[in-house]
């Protein structure tokens, strides 16, 4: 049974080719050929174990003729419009960072779904600074934990008006989830400025932006 995360990602690809990016052991390769939201997979990844194991799962389910696997790193492996979209989840935000800059002009051709583990503000900040328009987001939570989903292409997007939507866009505001992210960041912020507050060397500019970031959450009706 796939995960709720990978099950949000999937939710999201409904196209003809698709490049699973870091496809680990092909769930999402063969899930998206199992309910026909892709007729053809590309599924990808930089180390041959992981991607052996995605063999497997593939000639488990008779999928070779559609899903083919590459050994290599982020979007090298594909050609510009190779694949109509890409999937990029379940690794670090700086690591997509670098993927997406390393082979800009594959990214740019195609809609992308991204899934960081961490670095969510730093993401967002690179996309919008580098013509990557977010066209949409998406909440899940397993357990305790919050993962955002970016659906994203080639494009202009404004900049954010305030610092915090960076952390917690307000375009989020009507998910059912979004209370969880918004607790989340907060009691991590709440964390961070106390122990800044009790730190002997105070970093002042650190403290006053996490403290900011706090009176911008106050305008959120939570």
Known sequence: MLTERLNCIINYVNNEIVADIGTDHGYVATELIKRGQAKRVIAADVRQGP???????????????????????????????????????????????????????????????????????????????????????????????????MIVKNGHMEKFEKEIYYHIPKYLENNPKFYMLFNKKKREFEKIVKGLKNSNNTDIERLKYYSSLLSEMEEYSI
């Open 51 to 149: 991607l052996n194991a995605a063999i497997e799962n593939i000639n488990k389910y008779g999928m070779a003729e559609v899903i083919e696997t590459r050994l290599g790193s982020g979007l090298s492996v594909i050609k510009p419009y190779e694949s109509d979209l890409a999937v990029i989840a379940g690794m670090g935000g700086e690591l997509i960072i670098e993927i997406i800059k390393e082979d800009n002009e594959t990214a740019r051709s195609m809609k992308l779904v991204l899934q960081p583990m961490n670095a969510q503000y730093e993401l967002r900040h690179f996309l919008i600074e580098n013509e990557f328009m977010i066209e949409q987001e998406d909440i899940v939570c397993e357990g305790n934990r919050v993962y955002n989903v």
